[in-house]
């Protein structure tokens, strides 16, 4: 039984010889080709236990080589997009509740105010009122025509900046002295 072993055996070992010598001439031999991914880098372990990976020259020399440390450049480059991601988003937030707080000020920033005159009688001016801006009642239109003619100016509504223009000329356009005026404005006029 021994016998028939030998030769097995002996096949064996050959075989063996023989893989070890062709992978090692060829190791030799393309030792210095970029495309040798058998040997295509070095692993140097440094004191901190960290795995530096040492590329051949010509491997250095490829723009597209990303270097890695046990994905460690991988993982902080994730973070930093995450923290780039909720900056993005607080700013957004920040701005679009800015642009609320300004467009909910212009929204009533402008006033259309009437002013006395002793041409037109208080039926007229009411009914102007009325007609042009639709939201107002017969009763408002009348306290503001009243308002107008005891202190001569009365403020009929506020809106915003392209309303306030068209019903402005609107009044104007049936014989009322009006104006727009912005919010602002009124408040400087106040302060002196």
């Known amino acids: 039984m021994f016998k028939d072993l030998k030769p097995f055996f002996l ?25 040798n991914f058998m040997n295509s880098c070095v692993r140097i372990n440094n004191v901190n236990k960290n795995t530096n990976i040492s590329f051949p020259k010509e491997l250095q020399k490829r723009p597209s080589l990303v270097y890695s440390q046990k994905n460690f450049n991988l993982e902080k480059i994730k973070k930093l997009r995450n923290v780039i991601k909720e900056i993005k988003k607080d700013n957004i937030k920040e701005a679009d509740e800015h642009e609320k707080k300004e467009r909910e000020k212009e929204t009533s920033a402008w006033k259309v105010i009437l002013y006395n005159d002793d041409i037109h009688n208080f039926t007229y001016v009411t009914d102007v009122i009325v007609k042009v801006v639709g939201q107002i009642s017969k009763a408002k239109a009348h306290t503001i025509t009243v308002e107008a003619h005891s202190t001569g100016q009365a403020l009929i509504l506020s ?13 104007q356009q049936n014989g009322l002295t009006v104006s727009i005026i912005h919010e602002s404005q009124l408040k400087d006029k106040q302060k002196k």
Request: positive net charge.
């Open 11 to 35: 096949c064996i070992i050959l075989l063996l010889l023989l893989i070890y010598k062709c992978t090692h001439s060829y190791n030799i031999k393309n030792k210095n080709c970029p495309l």
């Open 159 to 171: 809106t915003w900046k392209s309303k306030a223009e068209k019903y402005c000329q609107e009044l």
